[in-house]
């Protein structure tokens, strides 16, 4: 079983939309998570990190709940900006070191 | 902001060579760097944390004498594909710790593609 696991879309929605990702995390130690937004034959960009009370950057929201290892990202008012692969990220038994998910893609059209 | 800084961005190499790869911390010093490594389609999946000063540890099923890394510096490391083949043609990114923040920054990454 892969540590992070995540739904990999594609997401089309329309711009404006609001749209949500979710991901599991296997490994209960893992401490630290993060969205990273990865463009196309790019390296990966930390979007936000993830705190149990939740967070919120502008249009993204970020939440997590350990009980259920569950993280979730929320997009509102999408932009066509947005298009990209979010990959969710919790950190490995060796501390820092990141699991990464899948990624889920995202498409966003006029 | 910090910024990782990784060269080359592309190789094209034949069979058998060996490829050399450097990740840069440019504007603080890393005592942690990672390799990672993404297949097409794929999530980036961890190869070795890079200590400097001491060796680095591989993850499982990461051959250390085929993936040689050195990290001599407290803003340099890098990895150095030995005898390169056709199958480890991939994309290798690079990311190093900023101290006391918990917060990896990714180089640009390498595409190699062996012939």
């Known amino acids: 079983r892969k540590e992070v696991e995540q739904d990999p879309g594609p997401f089309n929605v329309p711009e404006g939309a609001t749209v949500a990702f979710n991901c599991t995390y296997s490994?209960?130690?893992?401490?630290?998570f993060f969205w990273y937004r990865q463009d196309c034959r790019k390296e990966p960009k930390l979007l936000m990190s993830?705190?149990?009370s939740g967070n919120e950057d502008g249009r993204f929201t970020a939440q997590l709940n350990r009980a259920s290892q569950y993280i979730s990202l929320l997009i509102r008012d999408s932009k066509l900006s947005d298009s990209a692969t979010y990959l969710c990220?919790?950190?490995?038994?060796?501390?820092?070191?990141?699991?990464f998910g899948k990624g889920t893609s995202l498409l966003v059209t006029p | 902001g910090a910024v990782v800084s990784q060269h080359p961005s592309w190789v094209i190499c034949k069979s058998g060579t060996s490829v050399k790869i450097e990740c840069r911390s440019l504007?603080?010093?890393?005592?942690?760097m990672f390799w990672y490594r993404q297949f097409p389609k794929q999530s980036l999946m961890l190869m070795a944390t890079?200590?400097?000063?001491?060796?680095?540890?591989?993850e499982q099923g990461v051959e250390k004498d085929k993936f040689l890394i050195n990290h001599a510096s407290l803003t340099l490391s890098t990895l150095t594909v030995t005898s390169a083949h056709p199958e480890d043609s991939s994309f290798y990114i690079c990311?190093?710790?900023?101290?006391?923040?918990?917060?990896?920054?990714f180089g640009a990454g390498t595409r190699l593609s062996v012939l």
């Open positions: 990311s190093a710790m900023e101290p006391n923040a918990n917060i990896q920054y």
């Open positions: 490994n209960s130690a893992s401490q630290s």
């Open positions: 993830v705190y149990s």
């Open positions: 990220v919790a950190n490995s038994n060796s501390g820092y070191a990141l699991n």
């Open positions: 504007d603080f010093q890393a005592t942690t």
């Open positions: 890079s200590n400097e000063g001491s060796k680095a540890t591989y």
